[in-house]
């Protein structure tokens, strides 16, 4: 949570009501990328932090339990998850995956991400997964398109640079994506709904007074098809 007027930050647990202040940072507005751990199970924390989104000084910022002062990490991005112990960021610059060690404090480089005009980095049944979008604010929501990537790492003694692998399907889980982050459920804890869909916002333009909207869309991964559903355009695209 963000102060409005004041610079103070803090976690707010939304199941126990409890609150923990974080430190001081010097940015124009930081959005919070992630905060691990699921906060039924335990208190435990780890928060990365996303600075200056509408400005060129850009970073990313980590921080535990216990610590008193943000770890940068690099430049940041919104495209960015948590894995195992590892921040995992998609770097917009080089369009190379970045790899941070939360325990070692090292960065290494990883694959090489396909060009697409939107990119997302989601934890999927105990995978990460690269979607990419296919869109842009004219295109009619049955032309939008994605493509899927998994990730996957040298097992053993095998040193072997991480690589994505294309994937055509996601199983049982279903992607909810907006304009700048993502998460990933599995369909099996909803009766009567399907997995391997991807819900997602669609930015539209009205083309008369050049208002942006935004309404809910529902891609087959199987199909390859996309469809508008029964719901209201928005004027802000919320998650």
Same mark, same amino acid.
């Given at each position: 949570?963000?102060h409005l007027t004041n610079?103070?930050?803090?976690?707010?647990?939304?199941?126990?009501?409890?609150?923990?202040?974080?430190?001081?940072?010097?940015?124009?507005?930081?959005?919070?990328?992630?905060?691990?751990?699921?906060?039924?199970?335990?208190?435990?924390?780890?928060?990365?932090?996303?600075?200056?989104?509408?400005?060129?000084?850009?970073?990313?910022?980590?921080?535990?339990?216990?610590?008193?002062?943000?770890?940068?990490?690099?430049k940041g991005s919104l495209?960015?998850?948590?894995?195992?112990?590892?921040?995992?960021?998609?770097?917009?610059?080089?369009?190379?995956?970045?790899?941070?060690?939360?325990?070692?404090?090292?960065?290494?480089?990883?694959?090489?991400?396909?060009?697409?005009?939107?990119?997302?980095?989601?934890?999927?049944?105990?995978?990460?997964?690269?979607?990419?979008?296919?869109?842009?604010?004219?295109?009619?929501?049955?032309?939008?398109? +994605?493509? #899927?990537?998994?990730?996957? =790492? $040298?097992?053993?003694?095998?040193?072997?640079?991480? !690589?994505?692998?294309?994937?055509? *399907?996601?199983?049982?889980?279903?992607?909810?994506?907006?304009?700048?982050?993502? +998460?990933? #459920?599995?369909?099996?804890? =909803? $009766?009567?709904?399907?997995?391997?869909?991807?819900? !997602?916002?669609?930015?539209?333009? *009205?083309g008369f007074d050049n208002?942006?909207?935004?309404?809910?869309?529902?891609?087959?991964?199987?199909?390859?098809?996309?469809?508008?559903?029964?719901?209201?355009?928005?004027?802000?695209?919320?998650?």
């Amino acid at each position: 949570m963000r102060h409005l007027t004041n610079p103070d930050l803090s976690l707010l647990n939304p199941v126990t009501n409890s609150k923990v202040s974080l430190p001081f940072i010097q940015s124009m507005g930081p959005r919070l990328v992630w905060a691990s751990l699921d906060p039924v199970q335990t208190e435990d924390y780890a928060v990365c932090l996303f600075g200056n989104a509408w400005t060129p000084k850009k970073f990313s910022a980590f921080l535990q339990p216990g610590e008193v002062k943000w770890t940068i990490i690099n430049k940041g991005s919104l495209e960015s998850c948590y894995y195992k112990g590892m921040y995992l960021h998609l770097n917009t610059d080089s369009n190379s995956l970045e790899i941070y060690d939360v325990a070692t404090r090292t960065l290494r480089e990883g694959p090489v991400s396909p060009i697409a005009g939107l990119a997302h980095l989601v934890v999927s049944a105990g995978q990460v997964i690269l979607v990419l979008k296919y869109d842009h604010m004219y295109l009619p929501v049955h032309q939008c398109h +994605f493509e #899927i990537h998994r990730l996957e =790492f $040298g097992t053993g003694t095998d040193e072997k640079k991480p !690589f994505w692998v294309k994937i055509s *399907n996601i199983g049982d889980q279903i992607l909810f994506l907006n304009l700048a982050s993502g +998460f990933s #459920i599995s369909a099996s804890c =909803f $009766g009567g709904v399907r997995g391997n869909f991807i819900y !997602f916002m669609k930015e539209t333009n *009205n083309g008369f007074d050049n208002r942006i909207s935004y309404v809910l869309a529902r891609y087959d991964i199987e199909a390859g098809t996309a469809e508008v559903l029964p719901f209201p355009p928005v004027t802000k695209c919320g998650m």
